[in-house]
């Protein structure tokens, strides 16, 4: 354990300023983001996008959502307990383990597919349009975590609006 005051011991410089370089693409997936949340429920969408970078140890998606997430009204419990979910279902309601789970199958693709009683839970808990704005939001969410992770983007500078 570190007896450093300073809350980030060692800090790692970015690979690659990508959207420098590559403006328009970042541009195209500020749109396509924003596109994607549409209709979706502010709540499920930030434990989407914090469960799928989770699992894709984006640590500067990670930081930002889970700073929106608190801005925005969430629990530090919920958030902590997310990683862990499938042993702390009450924490979440039907329609956000549905959400959750779809999210794993999507950014996993373990199999190469998303499991039919999977999608089947979640299209009962969301209309078509509503399952498709999900879908779209958790593949933009799994791009973003793999700029991030790729170029070793450098988290703990976000700051949510809204944060005191």
Avoid at 22 to 43: N, S, Y
Avoid at 114 to 123: H, I, L, Q, R, W
Avoid at 138 to 163: D, M
């Amino acid at each position: 354990m570190s007896t450093s005051s300073e809350p980030h011991v060692h800090e790692h410089t970015p690979r690659l300023a990508w959207a420098q370089h590559a403006p328009e693409v970042f541009k195209a997936m500020i749109k396509l983001d924003a596109a994607a949340r549409k209709g979706l429920d502010p709540v499920i969408y930030e434990l989407v996008k914090i469960r799928a970078s989770q699992i894709n140890r984006c640590a500067l998606c990670l930081d930002m959502h889970s700073k929106d997430a608190l801005a925005a009204g969430e629990s530090v419990e919920r958030i902590i307990q997310l990683s862990a979910w499938e042993e702390s279902q009450h924490f979440y309601t039907a329609k956000e383990i549905a959400a959750i789970e779809l999210t794993e199958a999507i950014t996993v693709l373990t199999d190469g597919f998303v499991p039919d009683e999977v999608y089947a839970k979640a299209a009962a808990h969301f209309d078509e349009a509503e399952l498709t704005q999900l879908i779209a939001a958790i593949t933009v969410i799994n791009a973003w975590n793999r700029f991030g992770v790729s170029t070793r983007q450098v988290p703990g500078h976000y700051k949510a609006e809204g944060a005191k």
